[in-house]
Protein backbone atom coordinates (compact mmCIF):
# COMPACT_ATOMS: atom_id res chain seq x y z
CA UNK A 1 0.00 0.00 0.00
CA UNK A 2 1.00 3.47 -0.74
CA UNK A 3 2.25 5.13 2.85
CA UNK A 4 0.41 7.31 4.52
CA UNK A 5 -0.11 8.11 8.45
CA UNK A 6 -2.33 4.76 8.67
CA UNK A 7 -0.01 2.71 6.61
CA UNK A 8 3.12 3.67 9.02
CA UNK A 9 1.16 4.15 12.11
CA UNK A 10 0.28 0.29 11.54
CA UNK A 11 4.14 -0.90 10.34
CA UNK A 12 5.37 1.35 13.35
CA UNK A 13 2.86 -0.35 16.19
CA UNK A 14 3.99 -3.66 15.09
CA UNK A 15 7.84 -2.81 15.49
CA UNK A 16 7.46 -1.28 18.84
CA UNK A 17 5.20 -3.88 19.73
CA UNK A 18 8.90 -6.32 18.73
CA UNK A 19 10.38 -3.66 21.19
CA UNK A 20 12.91 -2.73 17.99
CA UNK A 21 12.66 0.80 19.37
CA UNK A 22 10.91 3.39 21.50
CA UNK A 23 7.56 5.06 18.59
CA UNK A 24 9.17 8.23 19.01
CA UNK A 25 12.49 6.83 17.82
CA UNK A 26 11.18 4.95 14.93
CA UNK A 27 9.01 7.46 14.12
CA UNK A 28 11.69 10.15 13.23
CA UNK A 29 13.62 7.51 11.45
CA UNK A 30 10.49 6.65 8.94
CA UNK A 31 10.32 10.35 8.39
CA UNK A 32 13.84 10.83 7.50
CA UNK A 33 12.93 8.07 4.50
CA UNK A 34 9.44 8.57 3.71
CA UNK A 35 8.14 11.73 2.48
CA UNK A 36 4.66 12.90 4.16
CA UNK A 37 2.80 16.37 3.98
CA UNK A 38 2.99 18.21 7.27
CA UNK A 39 -0.68 17.29 8.41
CA UNK A 40 0.21 13.31 7.73
CA UNK A 41 2.82 13.86 9.72
CA UNK A 42 0.93 14.98 12.34
CA UNK A 43 -1.52 12.60 11.67
CA UNK A 44 0.82 9.75 11.88
CA UNK A 45 2.24 10.88 15.53
CA UNK A 46 -1.33 11.67 17.12
CA UNK A 47 -1.95 7.69 15.70
CA UNK A 48 0.87 5.98 16.80
CA UNK A 49 1.30 7.34 20.27
CA UNK A 50 -1.97 8.35 21.33
CA UNK A 51 -2.72 4.62 20.36
CA UNK A 52 0.27 3.53 22.56
CA UNK A 53 -0.59 5.74 25.59
CA UNK A 54 -4.57 4.39 25.52
CA UNK A 55 -3.72 1.00 24.81
CA UNK A 56 -5.57 -0.17 28.44
CA UNK A 57 -8.07 1.97 27.32
CA UNK A 58 -8.53 0.91 23.91
CA UNK A 59 -8.57 -2.38 24.91
CA UNK A 60 -11.31 -1.99 28.24
CA UNK A 61 -13.86 -0.64 25.27
CA UNK A 62 -12.66 -3.39 23.16
CA UNK A 63 -13.00 -5.97 25.67
CA UNK A 64 -16.69 -5.78 25.79
CA UNK A 65 -17.03 -5.81 22.45
CA UNK A 66 -15.67 -9.09 20.85
CA UNK A 67 -16.47 -12.50 21.58
CA UNK A 68 -13.40 -13.92 22.13
CA UNK A 69 -10.39 -12.68 24.71
CA UNK A 70 -8.41 -10.10 22.95
CA UNK A 71 -5.34 -12.55 23.39
CA UNK A 72 -6.77 -14.51 20.67
CA UNK A 73 -7.18 -11.89 18.66
CA UNK A 74 -4.46 -12.24 15.65
CA UNK A 75 -1.82 -9.03 16.74
CA UNK A 76 -1.75 -6.91 13.55
CA UNK A 77 -5.78 -7.05 13.68
CA UNK A 78 -5.60 -5.88 16.89
CA UNK A 79 -3.06 -3.22 16.34
CA UNK A 80 -5.78 -2.06 13.55
CA UNK A 81 -8.94 -2.25 15.81
CA UNK A 82 -6.94 -0.34 18.81
CA UNK A 83 -6.01 2.55 15.68
CA UNK A 84 -9.17 2.71 14.48
CA UNK A 85 -10.80 2.84 18.11
CA UNK A 86 -8.39 5.89 19.08
CA UNK A 87 -9.62 7.34 15.85
CA UNK A 88 -13.31 6.77 16.73
CA UNK A 89 -13.06 8.11 20.15
CA UNK A 90 -10.18 10.80 20.78
CA UNK A 91 -9.64 12.41 17.45
CA UNK A 92 -12.56 14.73 16.55
CA UNK A 93 -11.77 16.20 13.28
CA UNK A 94 -11.57 12.25 11.97
CA UNK A 95 -14.90 11.38 10.76
CA UNK A 96 -15.93 8.47 12.01
CA UNK A 97 -16.64 6.55 8.74
CA UNK A 98 -13.32 7.59 7.21
CA UNK A 99 -11.73 5.88 10.48
CA UNK A 100 -13.63 2.31 10.08
CA UNK A 101 -13.19 2.96 6.26
CA UNK A 102 -9.92 3.00 6.31
CA UNK A 103 -9.13 0.44 8.68
CA UNK A 104 -10.85 -1.87 6.69
CA UNK A 105 -8.96 -1.35 3.92
CA UNK A 106 -5.88 -1.70 6.04
CA UNK A 107 -7.34 -5.36 7.36
CA UNK A 108 -7.67 -6.47 3.54
CA UNK A 109 -4.20 -6.04 3.45
CA UNK A 110 -3.46 -8.09 6.51
CA UNK A 111 -6.07 -10.63 5.73
CA UNK A 112 -9.05 -10.39 3.38
CA UNK A 113 -11.11 -12.61 6.05
CA UNK A 114 -10.15 -9.86 8.70
CA UNK A 115 -12.48 -6.87 6.64
CA UNK A 116 -15.64 -7.72 8.35
CA UNK A 117 -14.40 -8.29 11.65
CA UNK A 118 -12.61 -5.07 11.49
CA UNK A 119 -15.71 -3.50 9.98
CA UNK A 120 -17.90 -5.05 12.13
CA UNK A 121 -16.37 -4.45 15.83
CA UNK A 122 -15.35 -0.36 14.90
CA UNK A 123 -18.90 0.47 14.13
CA UNK A 124 -19.86 -0.91 17.26
CA UNK A 125 -17.11 0.90 18.68
CA UNK A 126 -18.61 4.58 17.05
CA UNK A 127 -21.21 3.77 18.72
CA UNK A 128 -20.08 4.43 22.16
CA UNK A 129 -19.30 7.90 21.24
CA UNK A 130 -21.36 10.81 21.99
CA UNK A 131 -20.74 14.61 21.76
CA UNK A 132 -21.13 15.31 25.80
CA UNK A 133 -18.94 16.11 28.32
CA UNK A 134 -17.96 16.18 31.78
CA UNK A 135 -15.69 17.27 34.18
CA UNK A 136 -16.37 14.68 36.64
CA UNK A 137 -14.75 10.42 36.59
CA UNK A 138 -17.77 8.08 36.11
CA UNK A 139 -18.34 4.68 34.52
CA UNK A 140 -19.35 6.39 31.61
CA UNK A 141 -16.80 9.23 31.12
CA UNK A 142 -13.86 8.37 28.93
CA UNK A 143 -10.79 10.87 30.10
CA UNK A 144 -9.67 13.29 27.48
CA UNK A 145 -7.44 16.19 28.23
CA UNK A 146 -6.47 18.78 31.04
CA UNK A 147 -9.94 17.77 32.93
CA UNK A 148 -12.50 16.72 30.21
CA UNK A 149 -14.42 13.36 29.89
CA UNK A 150 -16.13 12.53 27.04
CA UNK A 151 -20.01 10.74 27.93
CA UNK A 152 -19.74 7.37 27.12
CA UNK A 153 -23.50 5.67 25.62
CA UNK A 154 -22.54 2.82 27.98
CA UNK A 155 -21.09 2.90 31.52
CA UNK A 156 -18.14 0.09 29.99
CA UNK A 157 -15.75 1.44 32.62
CA UNK A 158 -15.34 0.69 36.46
CA UNK A 159 -17.20 2.58 38.89
CA UNK A 160 -14.33 5.34 40.05
CA UNK A 161 -15.97 5.81 43.38
CA UNK A 162 -15.90 1.65 44.51
CA UNK A 163 -13.36 0.94 42.09
CA UNK A 164 -10.57 3.68 41.83
CA UNK A 165 -7.71 1.30 40.92
CA UNK A 166 -9.70 -0.35 37.93
CA UNK A 167 -10.79 3.06 36.64
CA UNK A 168 -7.65 3.99 36.66
CA UNK A 169 -6.22 1.07 34.89
CA UNK A 170 -9.29 1.12 32.11
CA UNK A 171 -9.85 4.53 32.22
CA UNK A 172 -6.40 6.30 32.27
CA UNK A 173 -4.26 3.34 30.88
CA UNK A 174 -2.57 2.83 33.75
CA UNK A 175 -1.09 -0.57 34.59
CA UNK A 176 -2.46 -2.84 37.52
CA UNK A 177 0.97 -2.40 39.73
CA UNK A 178 1.48 1.01 38.93
CA UNK A 179 -2.08 2.10 39.55
CA UNK A 180 -1.76 0.36 42.93
CA UNK A 181 1.68 1.60 43.83
CA UNK A 182 0.00 5.24 42.98
CA UNK A 183 -3.18 5.16 44.50
CA UNK A 184 -1.50 3.93 47.96
CA UNK A 185 0.89 6.93 48.29
CA UNK A 186 -0.90 10.11 46.13
CA UNK A 187 -4.99 9.07 46.50
CA UNK A 188 -7.35 9.06 43.91
CA UNK A 189 -7.14 13.00 42.97
CA UNK A 190 -3.78 13.20 42.58
CA UNK A 191 -3.52 9.94 40.64
CA UNK A 192 -6.42 11.03 38.26
CA UNK A 193 -3.76 14.55 37.91
CA UNK A 194 -1.04 12.68 36.92
CA UNK A 195 -3.65 10.45 34.77
CA UNK A 196 -3.99 13.53 32.71
CA UNK A 197 -0.76 14.96 32.37
CA UNK A 198 0.69 11.09 31.11
CA UNK A 199 -2.13 11.06 28.49
CA UNK A 200 -2.02 14.30 26.80
CA UNK A 201 0.65 15.01 24.29
CA UNK A 202 3.79 16.41 26.02
CA UNK A 203 4.92 19.86 25.93
CA UNK A 204 7.34 20.75 23.69
CA UNK A 205 10.09 22.45 25.51
CA UNK A 206 13.76 23.40 24.42
CA UNK A 207 16.37 24.79 25.87
CA UNK A 208 18.05 27.83 23.83
CA UNK A 209 22.14 27.52 23.18
CA UNK A 210 23.56 30.53 25.03
CA UNK A 211 26.53 29.99 23.23
CA UNK A 212 24.97 31.09 20.05
CA UNK A 213 22.14 33.73 21.01
CA UNK A 214 19.50 34.19 23.99
CA UNK A 215 15.96 33.41 24.60
CA UNK A 216 14.72 36.86 23.29
CA UNK A 217 16.53 36.20 19.87
CA UNK A 218 14.95 32.83 19.41
CA UNK A 219 11.78 34.09 20.44
CA UNK A 220 11.53 37.12 17.72
CA UNK A 221 12.93 34.96 15.40
CA UNK A 222 9.80 32.65 15.80
CA UNK A 223 7.68 35.10 16.27
CA UNK A 224 8.30 36.53 12.59
CA UNK A 225 7.84 32.90 11.47
CA UNK A 226 4.46 32.77 12.83
CA UNK A 227 5.61 30.21 15.52
CA UNK A 228 4.01 30.48 19.34
CA UNK A 229 6.29 30.19 22.08
CA UNK A 230 6.87 31.55 26.11
CA UNK A 231 9.48 31.56 28.46
CA UNK A 232 10.00 29.08 30.63
CA UNK A 233 11.31 29.29 33.98
CA UNK A 234 14.95 27.74 33.35
CA UNK A 235 16.57 30.48 32.04
CA UNK A 236 17.19 28.81 29.03
CA UNK A 237 13.72 27.29 28.08
CA UNK A 238 11.32 28.08 25.41
CA UNK A 239 8.02 26.09 25.80
CA UNK A 240 6.07 25.81 22.18
CA UNK A 241 2.38 26.30 22.27
CA UNK A 242 1.92 23.64 19.47
CA UNK A 243 3.98 20.29 18.28
CA UNK A 244 6.46 21.06 15.42
CA UNK A 245 8.68 19.42 13.25
CA UNK A 246 11.54 20.08 15.29
CA UNK A 247 13.93 20.46 12.37
CA UNK A 248 12.06 22.77 10.08
CA UNK A 249 11.98 25.22 13.09
CA UNK A 250 13.99 28.90 12.40
CA UNK A 251 17.38 28.10 13.92
CA UNK A 252 17.48 24.30 14.16
CA UNK A 253 20.64 24.00 11.55
CA UNK A 254 22.18 26.79 13.19
CA UNK A 255 22.39 25.06 16.84
CA UNK A 256 20.60 27.55 18.08
CA UNK A 257 18.85 25.47 20.66
CA UNK A 258 18.35 21.50 21.36
CA UNK A 259 14.99 19.93 22.38
CA UNK A 260 14.79 19.36 25.94
CA UNK A 261 12.40 19.16 28.84
CA UNK A 262 12.53 21.87 31.58
CA UNK A 263 12.83 19.62 34.25
CA UNK A 264 15.94 17.64 32.45
CA UNK A 265 17.53 21.33 32.07
CA UNK A 266 17.47 21.92 35.94
CA UNK A 267 20.03 18.46 36.01
CA UNK A 268 23.15 20.19 34.56
CA UNK A 269 22.24 23.53 36.05
CA UNK A 270 22.32 21.96 39.66
CA UNK A 271 25.69 20.51 38.73
CA UNK A 272 27.02 24.05 37.96
CA UNK A 273 30.46 23.24 36.78
CA UNK A 274 32.48 26.23 36.35
CA UNK A 275 34.55 27.04 33.31
CA UNK A 276 37.37 24.91 32.80
CA UNK A 277 36.13 21.98 34.97
CA UNK A 278 36.86 18.29 33.64
CA UNK A 279 33.32 15.99 33.83
CA UNK A 280 32.64 12.61 33.64
CA UNK A 281 29.49 12.37 32.03
CA UNK A 282 28.51 8.40 32.86
CA UNK A 283 25.14 7.64 31.20
CA UNK A 284 25.48 10.55 28.17
CA UNK A 285 23.37 9.83 25.54
CA UNK A 286 21.41 10.73 23.49
CA UNK A 287 23.24 14.13 24.87
CA UNK A 288 21.23 16.54 25.68
CA UNK A 289 22.43 17.01 29.42
CA UNK A 290 25.74 16.40 28.03
CA UNK A 291 25.84 19.21 26.12
CA UNK A 292 24.12 21.59 28.14
CA UNK A 293 27.16 20.98 30.60
CA UNK A 294 29.72 22.11 27.93
CA UNK A 295 27.39 25.24 27.92
CA UNK A 296 27.60 26.10 31.14
CA UNK A 297 31.17 25.63 31.07
CA UNK A 298 31.81 28.41 27.72
CA UNK A 299 32.81 24.94 25.84
CA UNK A 300 36.15 24.94 27.89
CA UNK A 301 37.37 22.09 29.76
CA UNK A 302 36.08 18.64 28.90
CA UNK A 303 33.09 16.91 29.44
CA UNK A 304 33.82 12.94 28.97
CA UNK A 305 30.59 11.16 27.85
CA UNK A 306 31.03 7.94 28.18
CA UNK A 307 27.72 5.03 27.04
CA UNK A 308 27.78 1.78 26.19
CA UNK A 309 25.33 2.14 23.19
CA UNK A 310 27.69 3.21 20.33
CA UNK A 311 24.75 4.06 18.06
CA UNK A 312 23.16 6.59 20.83
CA UNK A 313 26.90 7.68 21.67
CA UNK A 314 26.80 8.93 17.61
CA UNK A 315 23.43 11.26 18.58
CA UNK A 316 25.99 12.81 21.10
CA UNK A 317 28.90 13.61 18.47
CA UNK A 318 25.91 14.52 15.89
CA UNK A 319 24.35 17.09 18.85
CA UNK A 320 27.35 18.45 19.70
CA UNK A 321 28.56 19.35 16.19
CA UNK A 322 25.19 21.14 15.48
CA UNK A 323 25.15 22.84 18.63
CA UNK A 324 29.02 23.57 17.92
CA UNK A 325 30.41 22.75 20.84
CA UNK A 326 34.36 21.27 20.61
CA UNK A 327 34.85 20.30 24.77
CA UNK A 328 33.16 17.35 24.65
CA UNK A 329 34.83 13.99 24.18
CA UNK A 330 32.93 10.40 23.57
CA UNK A 331 33.64 7.04 24.82
CA UNK A 332 32.03 4.17 23.96
CA UNK A 333 32.26 1.41 27.08
CA UNK A 334 32.41 -2.29 26.35
CA UNK A 335 30.85 -4.88 28.54
CA UNK A 336 32.71 -5.12 31.74
CA UNK A 337 34.95 -2.24 30.50
CA UNK A 338 35.43 0.36 33.61
CA UNK A 339 35.14 4.50 32.27
CA UNK A 340 38.16 6.21 32.82
CA UNK A 341 39.50 6.64 35.86
CA UNK A 342 40.11 10.86 36.44
CA UNK A 343 40.38 11.95 38.84
CA UNK A 344 36.95 14.44 37.85
CA UNK A 345 35.99 17.32 39.41
CA UNK A 346 32.12 16.19 38.97
CA UNK A 347 30.37 13.25 37.41
CA UNK A 348 27.08 13.50 36.14
CA UNK A 349 25.55 10.39 36.56
CA UNK A 350 21.58 10.46 34.47
CA UNK A 351 20.84 6.97 35.95
CA UNK A 352 18.75 3.85 33.92
CA UNK A 353 15.68 3.96 35.61
CA UNK A 354 12.06 3.24 35.34
CA UNK A 355 10.94 6.29 33.92
CA UNK A 356 7.71 6.60 36.01
CA UNK A 357 7.69 10.47 35.43
CA UNK A 358 7.82 10.48 31.78
CA UNK A 359 5.08 7.87 30.79
CA UNK A 360 3.15 11.00 28.57
CA UNK A 361 6.14 11.46 26.43
CA UNK A 362 7.41 7.42 26.49
CA UNK A 363 4.30 5.71 26.21
CA UNK A 364 5.98 2.19 25.82
CA UNK A 365 7.55 2.25 29.11
CA UNK A 366 4.15 2.02 31.11
CA UNK A 367 3.38 -1.64 29.21
CA UNK A 368 6.65 -3.01 28.98
CA UNK A 369 8.08 -1.89 32.66
CA UNK A 370 7.14 -4.73 35.27
CA UNK A 371 7.35 -4.28 39.25
CA UNK A 372 10.10 -6.89 39.49
CA UNK A 373 12.36 -4.79 37.74
CA UNK A 374 12.35 -2.01 39.91
CA UNK A 375 14.86 -4.17 42.55
CA UNK A 376 17.66 -4.21 39.74
CA UNK A 377 17.33 -0.81 38.69
CA UNK A 378 17.58 0.09 42.07
CA UNK A 379 20.57 -2.52 42.69
CA UNK A 380 22.51 -1.05 39.52
CA UNK A 381 22.19 2.90 40.37
CA UNK A 382 23.83 2.32 43.33
CA UNK A 383 26.75 0.29 41.37
CA UNK A 384 27.17 3.39 39.05
CA UNK A 385 27.04 5.77 41.99
CA UNK A 386 29.67 3.75 43.27
CA UNK A 387 31.64 3.73 40.54
CA UNK A 388 31.36 7.79 40.21
CA UNK A 389 32.44 8.29 43.95
CA UNK A 390 36.21 6.52 42.69
CA UNK A 391 36.15 9.20 39.81
CA UNK A 392 35.84 12.27 41.52
CA UNK A 393 38.45 14.11 43.31
CA UNK A 394 38.63 15.20 46.93
CA UNK A 395 35.93 17.73 47.22
CA UNK A 396 34.20 17.06 44.19
CA UNK A 397 30.24 16.48 43.48
CA UNK A 398 28.15 14.44 41.56
CA UNK A 399 24.42 15.85 40.54
CA UNK A 400 22.33 11.96 40.61
CA UNK A 401 19.40 12.29 38.23
CA UNK A 402 16.15 10.33 37.11
CA UNK A 403 13.07 10.35 35.05
CA UNK A 404 11.45 8.28 37.40
CA UNK A 405 9.34 9.14 40.62
CA UNK A 406 9.35 6.62 42.44
CA UNK A 407 11.29 6.75 45.78
CA UNK A 408 13.37 3.76 45.91
CA UNK A 409 14.92 5.27 42.81
CA UNK A 410 15.36 8.40 44.25
CA UNK A 411 15.14 9.76 48.00
CA UNK A 412 15.51 6.33 49.57
CA UNK A 413 18.38 5.09 47.55
CA UNK A 414 19.97 8.77 47.93
CA UNK A 415 19.95 8.52 52.01
CA UNK A 416 21.01 5.24 52.26
CA UNK A 417 23.88 5.94 49.83
CA UNK A 418 25.20 8.82 52.34
CA UNK A 419 24.75 6.68 55.30
CA UNK A 420 26.99 4.10 54.03
CA UNK A 421 30.01 6.68 52.74
CA UNK A 422 29.91 9.58 55.22
CA UNK A 423 32.51 11.42 53.67
CA UNK A 424 29.32 12.42 51.03
CA UNK A 425 26.89 14.89 51.75
CA UNK A 426 23.58 15.11 50.10
CA UNK A 427 24.04 18.90 49.24
CA UNK A 428 20.34 18.91 47.90
CA UNK A 429 17.91 16.80 46.62
CA UNK A 430 14.34 18.19 44.40
CA UNK A 431 11.84 16.01 43.41
CA UNK A 432 9.98 17.24 40.23
CA UNK A 433 6.22 16.63 39.83
CA UNK A 434 5.02 15.73 36.50
CA UNK A 435 3.10 18.76 35.28
CA UNK A 436 4.11 21.39 38.10
CA UNK A 437 5.06 22.83 35.17
CA UNK A 438 7.11 20.27 33.12
CA UNK A 439 8.20 16.06 33.30
CA UNK A 440 8.56 14.57 36.55
CA UNK A 441 12.38 13.06 37.74
CA UNK A 442 14.86 13.80 40.68
CA UNK A 443 17.73 14.91 41.26
CA UNK A 444 20.39 15.16 43.96
CA UNK A 445 24.04 17.14 44.59
CA UNK A 446 26.43 14.90 46.44
CA UNK A 447 29.50 16.50 47.51
CA UNK A 448 32.98 14.60 48.92
CA UNK A 449 34.33 16.47 52.17
CA UNK A 450 37.91 14.56 51.59
Not at 348 to 357: A, E, K, Q, R, W
Not at 394 to 422: K, W
Amino acid sequence: MTPNARVLARDILRQARAHQGFASELIDAQLQTTPLTAVERRLLTQLLLGTLRRQGSLDALLRPLIRRPLARVEPDVLDLLRLGAFQLLFLSHIPAHAAVNESVKLAAAIRPGAKGFVNGVLRRVAQLRTDEQTSSPAADALPLEKGIFRKLAQPLLPDPQQHPRAYLEQAFSQPRWLAERWLSRFGPQECFRLGFWFLDVPTLWVRVNRLKTDRDALLRRWQQAGIAAELGTHPQALRLAETHSVRDLPGYAEGWFVVQDESAMQVATLLAPPPGSRILDLCAAPGGKTTHLAELMDDTGEVLACDIDLHRLATVEQLAQRLGLRSIRTQLLEPNQSPPAGPFDAVLLDVPCSNTGVLGRRPEVRWRLQPKELPHLVKRQWQLLEVAIERVRPGGRIVYSTCSIEPEENQMLIDAFVRAHPEWQCQAAIEAIPGQPADGGFRALLQRSH
